[in-house]
């Protein structure tokens, strides 16, 4: 018998440290709602009880940056509120992501004006973009599954080594 | 067509002010007064105490770019006892647009003279606190006038520092 059956035989598994922690991470991510015009709409939906984010462990959404993973800008954003957004995700602990939702968060979408953004990549490291105009509830789920596979594949024990 | 309250208004208006009463225009029965610009208060002052235009629906700027009395402010007067509504318009030049504040008439003007303020650069004497209201205050533009282009001057509003501040975080 190999150790690895020996080891299987007594209920252990061997895996390594990257696996499990990403495991870990990428199955609690949770958001800083960031709802700042009608997409806020689309993100509740996200997380209520048809789509159910929940199924992913995203339903705890957190309106303390302190206890979150991943802000998730829904809206266009103007340039005051840019001071504001920041500060917040400044104050989020790392790890952490980011999702543009919908074309106004993104480019800036309909909302081509002095006051605005023209997408929030201006001042936040964007690591999902989501299109539509706002995006179904379903998108915002593909986009917290490209999150996750982001997560997943990233190297966390080697890199803080 | 004018209707007769708006019309009985308008005639009694004509009569009190026949010098400031620049011109009358009427537009899918909205009623237009053009006010000559040092009688505004007078007149609007007459408009509240006489007619009872008790209700400041709207004020607000615009600009019609025109070399000649560039700006026109409009306040939108509604008489609560009568359900008349009425415009009344008035012209400030581009080398002085000053216009004296309407808050000691009706007190809902504060905001909407700030947001005139912010948008044209026409200033309201006498406002107790004329400040921006929508804009970053150290903004030097007027947004709304016809040669401010629509996205913006580059770099004339702060974007975050994208390197965190340590007092923040």
Same mark, same amino acid.
């Given at each position: 018998?190999?150790?690895?059956?020996?080891?299987?035989?007594?209920?252990?598994?061997?895996?390594?440290?990257?696996?499990?922690?990403?495991?870990?991470?990428?199955?609690?991510?949770?958001?800083?709602? =960031?709802?700042?015009?009608?997409?806020? $709409?689309? &993100?509740? @939906?996200? +997380?209520?009880?048809?789509?159910?984010?929940?199924?992913? !462990?995203?339903?705890?959404?957190?309106?303390?940056?302190?206890?979150?993973?991943?802000?998730?800008?829904?809206?266009?954003?103007?340039?005051?509120?840019?001071?504001?957004?920041?500060?917040?995700?400044?104050? =989020?602990?790392?790890?952490?992501?980011? $999702?543009? &939702?919908? @074309?106004? +968060?993104?480019?800036?979408?309909?909302?081509?004006?002095? !006051?605005?953004?023209?997408?929030?990549?201006?001042?936040?490291?964007?690591?999902?973009?989501?299109?539509?105009?706002?995006?179904?509830?379903?998108?915002?789920?593909?986009?917290?599954?490209?999150?996750?596979?982001?997560?997943?594949?990233?190297?966390? $024990?080697?890199?803080? @080594? | 067509?004018?209707?007769?309250?708006?019309?009985?208004?308008?005639?009694?208006?004509?009569?009190?002010?026949?010098?400031?009463?620049?011109?009358?225009?009427?537009?899918?029965?909205?009623?237009?007064?053009?006010?000559?610009?040092?009688?505004?208060?007078?007149?609007?002052?007459?408009?509240?105490?006489?007619?009872?235009?008790?209700?400041?629906?709207?004020?607000?700027?615009?600009?019609?770019?025109?070399?000649?009395?560039?700006?026109?402010?409009?306040?939108?007067?509604?008489?609560?006892?009568?359900?008349?509504?009425?415009?009344?318009?008035?012209?400030?030049?581009?080398?002085?647009?000053?216009?004296?504040?309407?808050?000691?008439?009706?007190?809902?003007?504060?905001?909407?003279?700030?947001?005139?303020?912010?948008?044209?650069?026409?200033?309201?004497?006498?406002?107790?606190?004329?400040?921006?209201?929508?804009?970053?205050?150290?903004?030097?533009?007027?947004?709304?006038?016809?040669?401010?282009?629509?996205?913006?001057?580059?770099?004339?509003?702060?974007?975050?520092?994208?390197?965190?501040?340590?007092?923040?975080?």
């Amino acid at each position: 018998m190999s150790f690895e059956q020996a080891l299987n035989k007594q209920g252990f598994l061997t895996t390594s440290v990257d696996a499990l922690v990403n495991w870990g991470r990428s199955n609690a991510v949770w958001p800083m709602p =960031m709802g700042l015009a009608c997409c806020a $709409i689309e &993100m509740m @939906a996200f +997380a209520g009880p048809k789509y159910d984010a929940s199924r992913f !462990g995203s339903e705890v959404f957190r309106f303390s940056p302190r206890q979150s993973d991943l802000m998730i800008v829904a809206g266009w954003c103007t340039y005051k509120m840019s001071h504001a957004v920041r500060r917040i995700w400044d104050q =989020m602990p790392d790890p952490k992501w980011c $999702i543009a &939702m919908g @074309a106004c +968060a993104s480019t800036g979408g309909m909302h081509r004006s002095y !006051g605005v953004v023209q997408g929030i990549d201006n001042f936040l490291p964007v690591d999902v973009y989501v299109s539509g105009c706002p995006p179904r509830p379903e998108t915002l789920i593909h986009a917290l599954m490209q999150i996750q596979d982001k997560i997943r594949q990233h190297p966390t $024990i080697t890199l803080d @080594a | 067509m004018p209707s007769t309250t708006q019309l009985a208004v308008l005639d009694e208006l004509k009569a009190t002010f026949a010098a400031s009463v620049l011109e009358v225009t009427e537009h899918v029965g909205d009623v237009f007064v053009l006010v000559s610009r040092d009688t505004i208060i007078p007149v609007l002052t007459h408009l509240k105490e006489t007619h009872r235009f008790i209700y400041l629906a709207d004020l607000f700027g615009v600009d019609r770019f025109t070399a000649v009395d560039r700006f026109e402010v409009v306040y939108n007067l509604v008489s609560l006892a009568t359900g008349t509504r009425l415009f009344v318009k008035t012209r400030v030049p581009e080398d002085e647009p000053v216009l004296p504040t309407a808050i000691g008439i009706w007190s809902g003007a504060n905001w909407n003279e700030r947001e005139v303020y912010d948008m044209f650069g026409i200033r309201f004497e006498g406002h107790p606190d004329p400040r921006r209201i929508f804009m970053p205050e150290d903004f030097e533009y007027f947004p709304l006038r016809k040669e401010f282009p629509l996205l913006g001057i580059p770099g004339s509003i702060e974007l975050p520092n994208t390197t965190p501040d340590p007092e923040n975080t």
